[in-house]
Structure formats: structure tokens, C-alpha cells
């Protein structure tokens, strides 16, 4: 009903020109509404020759659509005469709710309180309203009715939309809907991401955001749409909830918008940092086909750009095709001698229309050719409107792949460029945007094919940790200690070192001998984090005395140095075998989840920050993923001849912690560090772990 | 004379239009340009009302400039005319030169080989011409003549310039001069960039170029132009250098572009990746003064702009303004109560342009504020080119703090855009492009604020390496071996480990005597560069016995892993104390000369290809930023508690190396690996090194 309704009521309609009541009414007209219109306003008699209606009950029918435009402390009345006369879709323009304060927040409440007891979906309040171009639908005050096309746009900011609006009228660019969701009291992001997917006009959404409501749904919601369509997003402002949270290692690691990020690349969204980018990215995605690869070619008329295309082609990590030696012969066969046959192809300064469409035709057909960038400069005998026409004719021949356009200058392009936007050609104001595109789309095609999700389960002692956690919930402790902490690890599959506390020398020396030496030892308290800064670890101990002196000098140092820390005595550990040391870890993001953590170990992993993220329940697809992501990667596979680590045994702890946390989102936060991971055959060991639990 | 020609002579000027050489002639004269022009065509008798002359010789004076637009081949005996009646400036505009292969490189040597000898000057062959709108000149095919301006632009390019040209004269920007070297056999980037730098029209030097010819000349003269012009260039295409250099590695990690950065990075020129992106720091540049430090103020009157213009802040690490009480209070006087006098600042969106005045006057007077951006979204009571007009009387009236505008839109924001560049305010389409000028503008200031260049020269035997180097040059032998090699870096003042080579397990022992324990042995020959991969290498030997050992270890295994290996014996060295593994390296650009290299060693440096590059010689302040460059810095100043080791000890040891490659041409590579560095009064030992060297 909001995109395509037979009848629409503006409550608040105005006689003077320049009230929002008036360019809402005037805007409808303009953009050719074929269904009915009932202003209502009690003081007019008829607005721009419609009848005017002193209040809703007095239209005949039952409006598809009600457009709000009142002050605020009237809306929750109109709100009210709707729920009566059974109108189920309003849109409120008005501000003066949420966004003021207290008073308004309470406002909004209300109205929201009457749609939902009487069925009514409201989009805004304070928002600019919704645009369906393709049903002369401007029930909005951001501008005139744009072109039909396949854009669907939704924003959270109604100024940005506005100049969204003026900027895309400009250059032609077409939509199949714009809404400005304002306060998204009651339809949000959600609700047109799902509207938008099911849209058979809407081929690309696209949108601003500056918040996620419901982070889980969302992402749920965007990855099934995501592959249908692809969604572009700006997305401004952090979340916040990562500085909250830097008390663990992931968390602390864990940017305020690394949330975002992972949501982002699970969802196969394609971030988009300005309006232009995304409008570039956009274009294309609305009017091309996808490319099948990363192979591209590049026809120019001039050497300098086609350099500048190739150079973006290598900083994006794409391919410049290797043209077929059939290609290259005919190219030959039908440029002019100094032309250059091999990609970058150069048809010469002096090309016409002619040999540009002879060398499209002839590079459209190699096998080797997956997107075709034609790069055009005005020069004396160019006919750049001619060249626009002739890639418009091969665009529209047959689908298979995609045309990219970069006419550079003004003026003197500006002809050439309208023919290309009016066929659905991409037009670039540079090599290197038509490049990027490009890589945008590639991403897009191999998130495509990533393999399905599957996420193992495996077989844990839910009940084990359950305990743990209740007991330290009923109890208020919020940190879970290093014993239990591996008991919990235990629990899911993982192995940690064998030991016991010693409170005396005598102890620690009989622990050793049980253990069989070496062994490690570590002081023993609560109140010592980095227990080697102040000596309290010691590996590599090999017999019975060393164990005693060991004990003796911690107890005799320790509490010198921290004198206040309540000292338990001493742990005893088995001695892990050498391997390299990762960290396994997750944060919970208070909007979309349990947000896992790889990272190499050590001091690199502060120094660096070389760490990756992902969104549980993880795939083992996924969880080997994070490993890749890491700059370090190559260190684990192994360098020069050493031997590397057993990379599915590493990515298998990430989905047994995934799994954990999943099942038991009371917990918060949670490291295993190190986590000490040797060559195939080898069992890994998590050699320290903390976590914390809070009530859900 | 290319650039203000009181008499201009135009070679194949042409009756027909259409033809180069009757564009020319017309831009000339559209242009309105003010000196005596003489159409030279022996078969025409007037052209556009102008007398024709049959040959320069004919015309009365002799012409400042003369313009050649004949054939190729025709061209020789156009400059010997030239030559004869003592024109001293000469655009040759004709193609067929250099670009079309071996006749044609003949040809333009001929064409040089004249000039030189007359004492002429000459612009092209292949090029667009040149254009100088403040003296009305417009001897090129162009474009029409665009504004006067202060940016100074050089096109190895002439369809990009083209472009450009048809860009800025749709958008209303300046030039002082434009110029199209296309082959530069005469005039090159270096002239010009020089001539731009002594031009007081020329405000900001602007370029694209795909090589540069004299590199070392290039970075001394762009040096010293940077600090009071900015050099703003888009270089497209490697270099190609670096992978015919990959033998070494410091060769193998210095990319074809490397040195170009280096290079860009020494002299304080900005890159560009675009042409857009050019123009959108150009015109900072050129009409707005320097901002003294990084604390932006945004004004907008929409929110969701005002969080992208953050975000970008933010993710360029540049400032947010924090505004003192006093400007917040004055804001909150003078703005409506829902207004933020926080920054960003939001005017709200009824805001009509006396409210962003009125901001914009307060703000620039905080002494919080470095810079101002001002962004505005056409709203229903917008006023968007009376804010415009408001920019520029606060732009124009006292210059300490550069304005920047990002008006958002199209059609609704047109006319005030006009006004903004007008004003030399300059506009960007998105706060993000905004915020990345700032950024540039920024680093330029660092970049001038930089300390002096001292180079210290070191007490040096330098006797000692010429009598190595010639040895290996007189030989023919290329590389020189490890004894050799740390013989020179001694001569400069390196420590290497004592050792000596071992024919038995009996010498290998008694070396180690004398040496004291523990010591290293290492396999020796000229065929085993991998030593460790072959178990070449053992380390921490500590008595006579582990020694012989090793020793008949390596001799019984070795040849049979290598049966080829010419296996000299053994070295036995001292152990040197533990420390951090880093690498110094130099690779020779064939263009900009030595590029040294700071690494930090071991399997890290390959897997993060973790190095920084600069241009020899160094500055002790130079090679201190070396290591600062570095994602691994922070290990060598150390981590939680663990001692760093002494910076300055490693940076003196990169100038060390600085001077040898320097006062040593003959040297091509050389690497140091690993140098191995401790914390301050441990005196670092360059354990292992290779060089190679060449006739020069």
C-alpha cells in the first residue's frame, strides 16, 4: 500500500506554496498520480483544484494511504481517525518526536501504541516520505519524481535523500523506489531490505544507514537476500559497544565497527564509503550482467588512460586479460597498423565510432574477456556520441558480459555520457572508479559461489557447563577462573595441560614427579594478571630441585613486588610441546552476537593487531577463512622448509568455540591464549583461558 | 618564450576546418591573443583574414615562437629554417616521431641535433601544444581557452590533457599554464616543473606523467620547488626496474613502484590516483591558505553528512575540533535551542544562509580550529547560493584558515557551486573528498615543517673498498664473496664476527680455542646460498668435542643432499650475543639511484614484507623514520617490559651504508642480514652480507 496506492489522504495539505502540506500534494500532481487524492484541511475548500475534506472520516472511501503532516502533539489524534476509518498505511513526515527528547520520544510511543492495536504500518515520523517512480507516486517533499530504474533506496537521513534526488534527476539515474525511513519507529531497515528483495523492480538495493536495529535478523535477512540482489550500504558512526568491551584481548582488538564488518562480509554486503562510490558501484550492479571472472579489457583511444586503467586493474588485484591470438589477429586485421592489438587495446587518437564498436565486437567474443572497460577521450576527430551509441548496440545485443564506460571530460562528453546512462552503460569519471567497480562486482560474484553453510555440531558436555555458569550467575562472579575455565574448554573437545596447585615446595616437587618433568609453573592469584611481569612463570623446569627453588624464590619475590596480591600457591603444568601459539577468542556484540577472534600469538599479536574476526555459528569453511584473513597465515602454513601446523585442527577450535558460545550466550567474553598448535598428529593444547558470564 | 610570444609563427597552418592546423591558428586568434601571428601554408594567401606567408623566411620579423604541424619528415627542414632565421622557441605538434618505432626515433634526434645547435628550445614532437590563459595564448588543438588560474599543469599525455582541459572549463577552474610535453626530446618535466616553480602565476604544479627522465636532477629540483609550491602528479606504469632487480632482497621486496614513492616521499610531492582526485587537492591548493595544524570544524545542516564528514576525520586520522566554551556559548546564542554547537555543527535544516554566517564567522575564530568544512544539503528552505555568497565574503575577507565546501546535490546546488569556485572556495562532491584534501593539505605542512637535511659524514677507510671493488671489477666477478664483503662494511665501521675458515674437524677445533665458546659453524661454499636449508648451519657449539662433531657431520651429509657443491669447509665463528634480527639493505634504481632498505630480519620479513624504503643519502633523522616506517617498530623499542634495543645505533648503521653506496656507485645491491642489534652499549654485529658490484 505505500508503494502502490489507488487513494491517498495528505492530512495536513497546504494552500501555500513552499509548506511541506503543499509540495507533498504539488509533488503527487507533478509526478502524474493516476489514483484518487483527498487533501484534508478544514479550513480550505478545495487545494489546486482537488475537493479538500475537513477531517478523514468525511472522505468516502477508505484511503489506501494516509500522509501526516500535522505538528506533533496532533498526530497520536490523526493516528486515532485512522485506526477508525481502518486505513492500514501511513506515512508521518512530521519531526518533532524521538529526535527532540523526552517529550517526544513519549509522542512517538503513542502513536506507535495506536498503529499497532489497530494493524497500520507506519513509515517515518520525521522523514521525507517515498518516491515509486514507476507508479507517478512522489508522496515526499525531496524533489521531483526521478526515473524509473532499478535502484531501490532507502535512507535513514532525509537531507542526504534529498540530495541523493537532485543529484541522480541530473545525471538520469534511475529508481524503482526511495523511501526516508526518519525515525523507523515502526517499518525499518529490515522491513525494505525484505520489501526491496521481494520487489521484482528492484534489481539493486542501496541505502544510508546510521544504525542496525536488530542486528541477528538483519544479517539473517540480508544474506538470503544478498544473493538474489546485491545491497550496497553506507553506513556512518560506530557502534560504540567495542570500546565498552576492551577489557579482553578480542575485545579490545575488536574496533567499534568491526561488528559491522564481519556482518558485512557474512551478509555479502558491499560497504560503500560516499555517495558516488556507491552510485558507481550501484549503476552498474542495477544494468550490467555479472562478470563470470576477474579478466578484464581495456579499448582506448589514448595511452595515458588505458596506463591508468591497467595500473588500478593491478592495485585491485584484478586481471588484465591476455586477448586469444584469434582476437588479436583480427584486431589486426581491421585497425590501422599502429593501432596496439594486445590489451590495453589502442584504437588511436584519430579512431571514429566505427573502429571502437569493430574492436568491442572483436574483444566481446574472446573467451579469455570477462568485463570490457571502453576509455574515450575527446580528441579531434572523436565521435564520442557515435562511440556511445555503438557500445549501447553491443550492451543491449546479448547479456553475457558487462560494459564499463570511462568518457573522460565534460562538455565535450556530456552528449556521449546521457546516450550511455539512457542504455544503462556505467559511465566513470576515471579509469580507476570504472576499476574499482569492477573488483566490486568480482567480490559480489565470489561471495556468490562461496560453498553453502554448514555448521558442524559437535558432540560437547552441554551439561558440565551449564553448571559452571549457573554457579558463577547465582553466585554474582562474573570472571570464571582458570580451572573452570578449562574445565568449560574441556567440556567442548579441547585439551589443556595436566596439572595441580602446589602450597608447599614439597607439593610442587611430588605434582612434578606425577607429571613427569618438565614441567611449567606459574604463581597462583587472583589479583596477578601478567604473571610474568613480576617472574611469576617458569618453564623448562627438569627435576625436583629446580621445582623446589623454583617455588621457594616465587614465594620469597612475589609478594616484595606485589605485596598486596593474595598469594594460593603455585601451579604445576605439564610442559606443552613446542608448537606456535594462536589465540582463539570472542567478543559478544551487543547487536549482533558472539563475534569470533584469530590471531597470531605472542607480542606480534599487540604489535601488529594482526587479527580477524567473523560472525558465529562458524562453517568450517568460515573458520578456516579467519586463519587466511591473518597477514601471518603464511607463518603458520610454514616458511622455508619448516614444517607447518595443522591448519584444520586450528580452524576446528574456532567452531567448537563457536559452538560454546552459541549455546551459551550468557557468556560475554572469552580468550584462549595460547593456544599452542603443532604439525598434523599433533594435539593441540589451550594452554591458558578466561572467560566471563552475565545473565541474559 | 613559450609562454608569452610577442609573435607567433604557424607552420602548416591550414584553411579547413577540422585540421590541426587550422584549430590552432583559430584557437589563437578565439583566444583573442594579442602579438602578430603569421600563417605559414605556401598555398593559401590569407587565412581567418590573416596574411599567409610561403615560408618562415618570408615573414618580415623573426617570430618568438614558431608552431610546426607539417609531416614528419618535413619537420627537419622546418627546424633548419628555424635555425637559420634564429627562432629560438619551437612546438613541434606534428606525430611520427619516437612513438612509431626506429625511422621515427631518427628522426626526432635529427630534429634535436638541429635544435641544439641553434640554440633552440623545443616543446613536443607529439604533443597538444601549449596554453597560457592570462597572456591569451592558446597554441594547441586542445580545447578553447580556460580560465586564468594557479594551476600549473604538464601532460606527458595529450588526450588526457585534452580531458582535463574540457573538465576544468566545464567547472569553472583555472590554469596559469598548461602544457603538453608528449615526447619531450628537449623540453622535459624537469624544465617545466622548474619553469612552473620560478612562475609567479603558478600557485600549484600539476602533472600526469609515465616516466621520469633524470632522476636524481628530478628530486633535487622538485625538492626544493615543494617547499614553496606544491607538486601535485599522477604517475601511471612501473618502472620495471624492480624485477629484473629481484635477485637480492632487498631488490625482491622493492616493487617496480618503490622507488617512485621513495622519491615522491623525499621530494614532498602528492600523488594522485585520478584525475578527480588532482583537481580536488589542486584547487585547495591553489586558493586556500595552509592550514596550520589538523583540527577540522564541520558545519552542516543535516546530521547524516555531518557523520560521514566524521567518520572520514576519523579514518584519516586527522582532528575533530574540540571548540572552546566560549565559541559553543556564542553558537548557542546565536543558533535555534535544537541547533549542536558541538561539532559537528548543526545549523538544522530550516537554516537559511545568515545562520551558517553567522556560524562560520564564530567558528574560524576559535583557536581549536585548524580548518573549515562546510556542508549543506538542499532542504526545502535552503539558501543554498546566498550560503555560497556568505562562504566567500569569510573566505575572501581574512586568509589564516583554509574553507572547504562539500554542497551536496545537483541542479539545487548548481548556481552556488558556481559561486564557490568563483571564489576559489573549493567544492567537493562528498564530505569524504573534503576531508581527504584536508588530510593532503596536512601532510604537505609536516612535510615542510620537516628538519634540514644534514647528511653526517663518517670517518671511513675508503681505500680499502676501492681496492676490493676494482679487484672484482678488474675480474669481471660480479658478486663479492662474505669474507670480502665484511671487509668492506669494517672499512665503514661495521662489526662483523670473528671466525675463520676450517679444512678439518682438528682446525675447526682449534679455531674455536681461540675464538672461546660457544661458537657457530657454518657450511662453506660458493654453491650453497640456503646454507641453513641444507643443515649448512649450527649454532651455540660449546666445547672442542661438539665442534669436530659438527664438523664431520656436515662434510659426511651435506655432499650427499648437494653432490654438485664445490665444499671448501667449514666456518667457525663467534656466537654472537642475542639480540633483534634486522635487516639493512640497498638496491640501485637505474633512475633515482640507491633506494636502502630497513627490515626486520628473520622468516617475518618475508611473510610481512615489513620494510621501508628511502633514497640515499640519508639523514640520521631519515633513517630513524626508516624504522618508525615499520609495522614491527614497536618490537624493537620493545613490548610489555621486554628492553628495545638501541634505535640510534641502527639508524647510524643505515647512514653508514648510506655513505658507502653513495661514495661506491659501483655497488648495485647489498644486503646485511641479519644485523643483529641490542639493547644501548651492546655494539651490533652484521653477521652475514653479500654485495655486488658493476662497471659504471
Same mark, same amino acid.
Given at each position: 500500500m505505500f508503494f502502490n496506492p489507488n487513494s491517498v489522504a495528505i492530512v495536513g495539505a497546504s494552500q501555500t506554496a513552499g509548506k511541506v502540506g503543499y509540495e507533498i500534494l504539488a509533488n503527487m500532481i507533478a509526478a502524474g498520480y493516476k489514483g484518487k487524492l483527498f487533501p484534508v484541511n478544514n479550513k480550505a475548500e478545495t487545494i489546486e483544484g482537488l475537493k479538500c475534506y475537513p477531517d478523514l472520516e468525511s472522505i468516502s472511501?477508505?484511503?489506501?494511504?494516509?500522509?501526516?503532516?500535522?505538528?506533533?502533539?496532533?498526530?497520536?489524534?490523526?493516528?486515532?481517525?485512522?485506526?477508525?476509518?481502518?486505513?492500514?498505511?501511513?506515512?508521518?513526515?512530521?519531526?518533532?518526536?524521538?529526535?527532540?527528547?523526552?517529550?517526544?520520544?513519549?509522542?512517538?510511543?503513542?502513536?506507535?501504541?495506536?498503529?499497532?492495536?489497530?494493524?497500520?504500518?507506519?513509515?517515518?515520523?520525521?522523514?521525507?516520505?517515498?518516491?515509486?517512480?514507476?507508479?507517478?507516486?512522489?508522496?515526499?517533499?525531496?524533489?521531483?519524481?526521478?526515473?524509473?530504474?532499478?535502484?531501490?533506496?532507502?535512507?535513514?537521513?532525509?537531507?542526504?535523500?534529498?540530495?541523493?534526488?537532485?543529484?541522480?534527476?541530473?545525471?538520469?539515474?534511475?529508481?524503482?523506489?526511495?523511501?526516508?525511513?526518519?525515525?523507523?519507529?515502526?517499518?525499518?531497515?529490515?522491513?525494505?531490505?525484505?520489501?526491496?528483495?521481494?520487489?521484482?523492480?528492484?534489481?539493486?538495493?542501496?541505502?544510508?544507514?546510521?544504525?542496525?536495529?536488530?542486528?541477528?535478523?538483519?544479517?539473517?535477512?540480508?544474506?538470503? @537476500?544478498?544473493?538474489?540482489?546485491?545491497?550496497?550500504? &553506507?553506513?556512518?558512526?560506530?557502534?560504540? $559497544?567495542? !570500546?565498552? +568491551?576492551? *577489557? /579482553?584481548?578480542?575485545?579490545?582488538?575488536?574496533?567499534?565497527?568491526?561488528?559491522?564488518?564481519?556482518?558485512?562480509?557474512?551478509?555479502?554486503?558491499?560497504?560503500?564509503?560516499?555517495?558516488?562510490?556507491?552510485?558507481?558501484?550501484?549503476?552498474?550492479?542495477?544494468?550490467?550482467?555479472?562478470?563470470?571472472?576477474?579478466?578484464?579489457?581495456?579499448?582506448?583511444?589514448?595511452?595515458?588512460?588505458?596506463?591508468?586503467?591497467?595500473?588500478?586493474?593491478?592495485?585491485?588485484?584484478?586481471?588484465?586479460?591476455?586477448?586469444?591470438?584469434?582476437?588479436?589477429?583480427?584486431?589486426?586485421?581491421?585497425?590501422?597498423?599502429?593501432?596496439?592489438?594486445?590489451?590495453?587495446?589502442?584504437?588511436?587518437?584519430?579512431?571514429?565510432?566505427?573502429?571502437?564498436?569493430?574492436?568491442?565486437?572483436?574483444?566481446?567474443?574472446?573467451?579469455?574477456?570477462?568485463? @570490457?572497460?571502453?576509455?574515450?577521450?575527446?580528441?579531434? &576527430?572523436?565521435?564520442?556520441?557515435?562511440? $556511445?551509441? !555503438?557500445? +549501447?548496440? *553491443? /550492451?543491449?545485443?546479448?547479456?553475457?558480459?558487462?560494459?564499463?564506460?570511462?568518457?573522460?571530460?565534460?562538455?565535450?562528453?556530456?552528449?556521449?555520457?546521457?546516450?550511455?546512462?539512457?542504455?544503462?552503460?556505467?559511465?566513470?569519471?576515471?579509469?580507476?572508479?570504472?576499476?574499482?567497480?569492477?573488483?566490486?562486482?568480482?567480490?559480489y560474484v565470489k561471495w556468490r559461489k562461496r560453498p553453502r553453510r554448514v555448521v558442524k555440531l559437535f558432540a560437547v558436555n552441554r551439561r558440565k557447563v551449564e553448571m559452571i555458569v549457573e554457579k558463577h550467575l547465582r553466585q554474582g562472579v562474573r570472571e570464571i577462573g582458570e580451572t573452570e575455565s578449562k574445565e568449560i574448554l574441556e567440556a567442548y573437545g579441547f585439551v589443556t595441560p595436566k596439572g595441580a596447585v602446589a602450597a608447599t615446595a614439597d607439593q610442587a616437587a611430588g605434582i612434578a614427579q606425577q607429571l613427569g618433568f618438565p614441567v611449567v609453573m606459574k604463581i597462583w592469584s587472583p589479583d596477578i594478571l601478567h604473571k610474568s611481569d613480576v617472574g611469576g612463570v617458569r618453564v623448562g623446569l627438569k627435576n625436583a630441585r629446580d621445582v623446589m627453588d623454583a617455588f621457594d624464590l616465587m614465594m620469597y619475590r612475589i609478594p616484595k613486588k606485589m605485596p598486596e596480591a593474595n598469594i594460593l600457591g603455585v601451579l604445576v603444568q605439564e610442559m606443552c610441546g613446542s608448537g606456535k601459539e594462536v589465540i582463539l577468542g570472542m567478543n559478544r556484540d551487543p547487536h549482533f552476537g558472539p563475534l569470533m577472534m584469530f590471531g597470531m600469538g605472542g607480542t606480534m599479536v599487540e604489535v601488529l593487531k594482526d587479527v580477524s574476526f567473523y560472525l558465529a555459528p562458524l562453517t568450517a569453511e568460515e573458520a578456516r577463512q579467519m586463519l587466511v584473513n591473518t597477514k601471518t597465515y603464511k607463518i603458520l602454513v610454514g616458511t622455508r622448509g619448516e614444517k607447518g601446523v595443522d591448519i584444520d585442527v586450528v580452524a576446528e577450535g574456532l567452531q567448537r568455540l563457536s559452538q560454546l558460545v552459541t549455546e551459551f550466550p550468557q557468556i560475554q567474553e572469552l580468550d584462549i591464549n595460547p593456544f599452542i598448535v603443532g604439525p598434523a598428529g599433533i594435539t593441540p593444547i589451550a594452554v591458558d583461558a578466561r572467560m566471563s558470564v552475565e545473565k541474559i
Open positions: 472511501q477508505i484511503p489506501d494511504l494516509v500522509i501526516i503532516i500535522l505538528p506533533a502533539h496532533i498526530v497520536p489524534s490523526i493516528m486515532e481517525q485512522c485506526a477508525k476509518i481502518g486505513t492500514k498505511s501511513v506515512i508521518i513526515i512530521s519531526a518533532g518526536f524521538k529526535e527532540v527528547g523526552q517529550e517526544g520520544r513519549k509522542l512517538e510511543q503513542r502513536v506507535i501504541q495506536i498503529a499497532r492495536q489497530a494493524g497500520i504500518r507506519v513509515i517515518g515520523p520525521n522523514c521525507l516520505g517515498v518516491i515509486v517512480p514507476a507508479n507517478h507516486v512522489n508522496a515526499s517533499f525531496g524533489g521531483s519524481l526521478p526515473h524509473k530504474g532499478g535502484i531501490g533506496y532507502l535512507s535513514q537521513s532525509g537531507a542526504l535523500l534529498a540530495a541523493i534526488l537532485d543529484t541522480a534527476n541530473s545525471n538520469g539515474i534511475g529508481f524503482s523506489k526511495l523511501v526516508s525511513i526518519g525515525n523507523k519507529a515502526d517499518v525499518d531497515e529490515l522491513d525494505l531490505i525484505k520489501a526491496f528483495g521481494e520487489d521484482p523492480e528492484t534489481r539493486v538495493i542501496a541505502g544510508y544507514l546510521e544504525n542496525i536495529a536488530d542486528g541477528n535478523d538483519f544479517v539473517r535477512a540480508a544474506e538470503k @537476500i544478498s544473493h538474489d540482489k546485491p545491497i550496497l550500504l &553506507m553506513k556512518s558512526g560506530g557502534t560504540g $559497544a567495542g !570500546a565498552q +568491551a576492551a *577489557a /579482553s584481548h578480542t575485545g579490545s582488538l575488536a574496533g567499534s565497527e568491526t561488528a559491522y564488518e564481519a556482518v558485512f562480509e557474512r551478509a555479502g554486503i558491499i560497504r560503500c564509503f560516499s555517495i558516488k562510490r556507491q552510485f558507481d558501484f550501484a549503476q552498474a550492479f542495477a544494468n550490467q550482467p555479472l562478470p563470470a571472472s576477474n579478466r578484464v579489457a581495456v579499448i582506448t583511444n589514448a595511452g595515458g588512460p588505458g596506463i591508468m586503467a591497467a595500473d588500478a586493474i593491478e592495485r585491485y588485484g584484478l586481471e588484465f586479460a591476455v586477448l586469444t591470438d584469434e582476437t588479436m589477429k583480427k584486431l589486426a586485421e581491421g585497425l590501422p597498423p599502429a593501432a596496439n592489438v594486445h590489451n590495453p587495446i589502442d584504437v588511436l587518437g584519430d579512431a571514429l565510432a566505427d573502429k571502437y564498436e569493430f574492436a568491442i565486437d572483436v574483444v566481446r567474443n574472446d573467451p579469455n574477456v570477462d568485463a @570490457i572497460l571502453v576509455l574515450l577521450t575527446p580528441q579531434a &576527430m572523436t565521435e564520442s556520441t557515435a562511440t $556511445a551509441e !555503438a557500445m +549501447a548496440r *553491443a /550492451s543491449n545485443e546479448k547479456g553475457d558480459k558487462p560494459f564499463f564506460a570511462s568518457f573522460l571530460g565534460a562538455d565535450k562528453v556530456a552528449e556521449a555520457i546521457r546516450v550511455l546512462v539512457d542504455n544503462g552503460i556505467p559511465q566513470y569519471d576515471s579509469p580507476e572508479s570504472a576499476v574499482l567497480t569492477i573488483k566490486m562486482m568480482v567480490n
